[in-house]
């Protein structure tokens, strides 16, 4: 171990001047030096660098917003990289392990993780990191996209994916579980670093492997775009619905995956299981928000909007209200609003099966019935346009949401506005049109 005030417990490198950086690690490491977490993730967005980016931006965290980690367990990091998981993993759970094969990167994450208490880091092949940590044992163990490239982690092996997680296998606790989060694809074998060619993994080559090494595989879970970056997680569950961004272009890119031990009592059936979420967290701290359809153990469903930060509390808190103030305005409209109840996890809404407004217009347009479509979209026109009974007039507090803009005369508004009521947020439901999304509702007139 390297004893240094600057950087989290760091094992298996050598002392800074003995590590060969690249240009990109050196960058890193004077930016993890000059900045926490959050001026990190300013500095990648300032520099406009998506190599600094996929390394640094908070939203890297995205793809682990389903998983349960909770604040007992003891996790497991194979595959750590610079840090773009481990700091996420480290404010949720009571210790974390991260493994990471350069060591460049393992003293970047080392130095990143400096003023958390709960994280070592350890550089160089997770087979001679495991010798390390001896006897000690995980509620959690993660792979992030390791699977290409194993032999780094295992050294040679006549199957390295097989001897990896078979090793990792034995270090679960009771009720322990594996993470995977892997790229899939197709089409000739690919070269991780310098290494032989490895053929790419598919979706069932996955389940095979875990077969093989004695897990089986949950749900599975599809990030939109990509898995570093992802704003929207799908699942075998909930697919991407024909009107949604990611329809027909999510089950061929990346996965995520929970396995267990074979026998083992699938946490999933015994508890509350996020199985869509959609992660607004490039906003202005204050409106952060995760909205997730969630499945309890019955089969039934129910949706949650939770603030992604303390800062937007306050934004998901004014629900309920929002929800009363657009019931009262629209109780004659062939609109009603979903109803809006506080949880311990966040605002609960009901879940409510049906096509949204947008898909059953989109249904229409496919069959060729122009008339039914252009009926719909006038009926919907004309309820909104309803809803403005007084001309608009500029207040203080639209000014200081939308700035000094400059609008044309004559126009109305109401007393309240729900500037997001548009077609994906209707759902159509029991021969009425529910609104399913109000976060965007403003007390004070809107042209």
């Not at 959050?38 to 931006?57: I, K, S």
């Not at 780094?152 to 989060?181: C, M, N």
């Amino acid at each position: 171990m390297i004893p240094d005030p600057q950087h989290a417990p760091l094992f298996g490198c050598g002392a800074p001047g003995q590590i060969s950086f690249s240009r990109t690690e050196r960058r890193l490491l004077r930016i993890v030096r000059a900045h926490d977490d959050q001026g990190c993730d300013r500095e990648a967005l300032r520099r406009h660098d998506r190599e600094l980016a996929l390394h640094l931006c908070r939203e890297r965290r995205n793809c682990l917003h389903w998983l349960a980690i909770h604040s007992t367990d003891a996790v497991l990091e194979v595959g750590a990289g610079a840090g773009a998981l481990t700091g996420g993993l480290a404010d949720r759970a009571a210790s974390v392990t991260a493994v990471e094969a350069s060591q460049a990167l393992a003293f970047v994450n080392a130095v990143r993780q400096r003023n958390r208490p709960n994280v070592e880091i350890h550089g160089g092949p997770c087979d001679a990191a495991l010798v390390r940590l001896g006897g000690r044992a995980f509620d959690l163990v993660i792979l992030a996209d390791v699977l290409h490239g194993t032999a780094r982690h295992t050294g040679p092996a006549a199957d390295p994916a097989v001897k990896l997680l078979s090793r990792l296998r034995g270090l679960l606790k009771p009720g322990g579980r594996i993470v995977l989060i892997q790229t899939l694809g197709s089409g000739p074998a690919r070269r991780p670093g310098n290494g032989a060619p490895e053929p790419w993994i598919s979706r069932d080559g996955l389940r095979q492997l875990a077969q093989q090494t004695g897990l089986d595989t949950g749900l599975f879970y599809y990030p939109f775009p990509d898995w570093r970056f992802a704003s929207r997680l799908y699942s075998d569950a909930r697919p991407p619905r024909q009107d949604e961004p990611g329809h027909g272009r999510v089950s061929g890119g990346a996965v995520l995956v929970e396995l267990q031990p074979q026998g083992q009592a699938s946490t999933a059936a015994e508890s509350d299981q996020i199985v869509f979420s959609q992660i607004a967290t490039r906003r202005r701290p204050a409106y952060r928000i995760c909205t997730d359809i969630v499945r309890q153990p019955d089969g039934r469903q129910y949706v949650v909007k939770r603030a992604a930060g303390p800062e937007a509390r306050a934004h998901v808190a004014r629900l309920p209200d929002h929800g009363r103030q657009l019931a009262t305005i629209l109780a004659s409209t062939p609109l009603r609003v979903n109803r809006c109840t506080p949880s311990a996890a966040g605002m609960r809404f009901d879940f409510l099966e049906g096509p949204s407004l947008a898909g059953e217009c989109l249904a229409r347009l496919r069959t060729g019935d122009e008339a039914a479509f252009l009926g719909q979209m006038q009926r919907f026109v004309d309820t909104v346009r309803a809803l403005a009974v007084q001309p608009f007039r500029a207040t203080p507090e639209f000014r200081q949401i939308f700035g000094a803009v400059r609008l044309p005369e004559g126009l109305m508004s109401a007393d309240v506005s729900n500037i997001d009521l548009v077609l994906p947020n209707i759902i159509v439901h029991g021969g009425a049109w529910h609104v399913i999304d109000y976060e965007w509702t403003f007390d004070f007139p809107i042209p």
